[in-house]
């Protein structure tokens, strides 16, 4: 089948996809978009966390032909040029980010959350992350890295 | 606003990005890519040309294969190659120290998920269904899948002759002295699994002259690069590894998983191939933490004072040998935790069963060990009467005291320092009458408002050997090359030392910049073309790749200055590289580099040993095995409810002994990812196997702690210089693993008051339903 979708901003046309291909195969195999990562594909890690239409989704979880004429947007869509998001910088200063596998769907999690919520307290980040796995950090940095990231957006 | 009062995670180091030297928190090189996304793991790997490869599993824990017909796989449409074991063109056996695994079965399979078939197709599912039509004839075998039966007489054997692995004897001190004290238990720890969340994946391109290029994600690509040329019957010339991206390791990728049979793969169907485990296999594709058995007593003086220790460790090695022979060396030699027992007797055996291999995982047989002896103490403090931090500090090792092999302890051993810092850090706040729901055990799942809520606190102190022990000749190599590259003084740091997310490539960057006092420093990717680094385990890279970057840098320093003293008529002695300086005895400017230099690079690769370890006595077990050792200490606070069993970590504080911190920020992640890991295995993390089959292969049925586990930990760091260690360093990444399940552990026996002798704890453990 044939699906047309907007990536990143950009519209994509993608041939012959498989009715069980996922979403998250025809970004990282199909459109060259590795960046959503595939640590379960199971919809148990979060890491694999994309927007459609706007929406936080597990890609793993969304099948291809659901996001025909729909917007998705991938960590790769966040930063501005060479100017990281302030999430994205965040995570960087606060040393979020040891193996990494985790970072895109964090970050992704944690850019949703800010939208929402300008100033979350700890428990309101927690939960918000809690569909992230990550198996080095213990989390500590990642929730350093979302605080320092809402202080930031807060100061404009 | 944060609302929630909970204490916020410390550190007493600070954390200053500085210059980016020895010392300095400086950031991660490849940490842009990786919060853009673009950082290449395996699994990311792509090539045009490329094809999928896919493994065909047995399902039976102990089966002899009569037959296999491939016709039928043959004919799916997209398919480019089935191979199996008489495929193999070298030996089909490898593994870390003994070759006693099939690269495919052949004859037998002896744990369910050992790989029988492999399938290359142009689309990965296409390979999979082309897999369940390949047809494997089993003749299903008797299985020993209890470790305590494995030596029975009329067991099943795993392998000829026998299903004994290693049996390590330890005597020290004579017969043990009646104690006016004595204390014992029986502890048993289920199967851990590492979990890192990046899947084994990699890309094998066949080349021109024959060989093969491998982008993998490994631990240690010089071993890996050994077995593959015996299984391939290629020399290592033809066999040429690359580190591709690594999404954690944890010990689960010292062993091979897809990298012989990507290599198979991509040699007969002359295309590149990868290969990509998804979680469910991931389970089944790499060894676990082994399982344990284990029974302890101690005898002590009314005070309290050990006068002896016996303990029997049994290890469910599972169906290969793996690294299991070392996890009994460790859990032999260590297994007794930091302390001064003067009358010692230990027996630790690792078996073969028919139960998923098992191997090296963070903590390495102390993990097992220390749940054990971290109960005992307890009982022993309640026994005669002492406090449960004081009695460790009573029998706490000191530096210079001997360890049960007869070791000197010849650095810092600040057993009593690192529980008196943890027992005295603030203790989160008690819980108020409107607790936040989300706060409590069950969380959201409202299952509490605070009634039968109990809280509890608990203490560990444990210690790891840093580096590979008892003899193992463990070195690392590097070559670093310095140049003018556009008018700047560029330095190039390269070795095979795997990068897995622990920061290595951070710590090469900055021993390079402070010891040549450039300040631009390339990574060079990793690879086989230089000399071996070890593996990335052991908690060792910083000391011994970070010693042998170290001593290149050295190297090449002294290879500058001595091209200078040509240059400039004198003796290399007096002369001082800095930078792009050279300078004189009183720091006065005589040459820049780029005069020494013109447009030649200099370059050396130096390979660097700590100090030799020594095999143990076989009949006791004494002998120099190890070359250091980490201290840390655990407090864990929990809130049980007693009711249901759901038991929230409320706390999580620590204290370690780093020797010196090369990078600070970095290593305080390590003991937070490390103190979550020790975490899960008090409370959730298990691989359930029945009858040898793997029960919950997935991150539904197996929990690792999500952020709303992880409480607030306070972590505090000592550096206490290791004076043979280089820049005094001491190994970071395993004491929390195994400090902070026990005191976790004691934590809920404290709150619950039941024995509580199996960890994960579950909640029918605790209301014993
Ligand atoms: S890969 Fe989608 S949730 Fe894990
Ligand atoms: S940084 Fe490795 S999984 Fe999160």
New binding site residues.
Partial sequence: MRITTTVNGTEREVDDVWAGESLLYVLRERLGLPGAKNACEQGECGSCTVYLDGEPVCACLVAAGQANGRQVTTVEGLAEGERLHPVQEAFLETGA???????PGLVVAAHDLLQRVSRPSDLEIREALAGN?????GYEKILDAVRLAADRQAQG | MSTDAGTRSTTTTPGRVGYGRVGDSARRPDGTLKVTGEFAYASDLWHDEMVWGVTLRSPHPHARIRRIDITEALTVPGVTAVLTADDVPGDNAFGLEHADQPVLASEFVRYEGEPVALVAADHPETARRAAKRVRVDYEVLPAVTDARRAMDPGAPAVHRPGNLVRHLRLRRGGEAPTAPVVVSLDFEVGMQDQAF?GPESGLAVPAEDGGIDLYVATQWLHVDQRQICLALGMPPEKVRLTLAGV??AFGGREDLSVHVHACLLALRTGKPVKMSYGREESFFGHVHRHPATMTYEFGAQRDGSLLYAKARLLFDGGAYASSTAAVVGNGGTLGLGPYRIPSVAVDAYGVFTNNPPCGAMRGFGCVQAAFAHEALMDELADAVGVDRVAIRQLNGMREGDLNITGQVIDSAAPVGELLQIVSELPLPPERGAHPDLRSLPGAVNNTTHGEGVVRGIGYAVTYKNVGFSEGFDDYSTARVRLEMTGGEAVATVHTAGAEV?QGLITVEQQICRTELGVERVVVHPKDTTVGSAGSTSASRQTYVTGGAVKAACEAVRAAVLDRAAGVLRRSAAELRLDGEKIAGPSGELLAGLADVLGDDAVEETVEWRHRPTHAIDPETGQGEAHVQFAFSAHRAVVDVDVELGLVKVVALDTAQDVGTAINPDAVVGQIHGGSAQGMGLALMEEIIVTDGHVRNPSFTDYLIPTILDMPPMQVTVVEYADPHAPYGVRGVGEPPTISSGPAVAAAVRAAVGKPLRRVPIRPEHITGT
């Fill in positions: 980010v040891q193996c990494g596998f985790c970072t796995l990550c198996r080095c950090t | 969340l999404g954690g997310g």
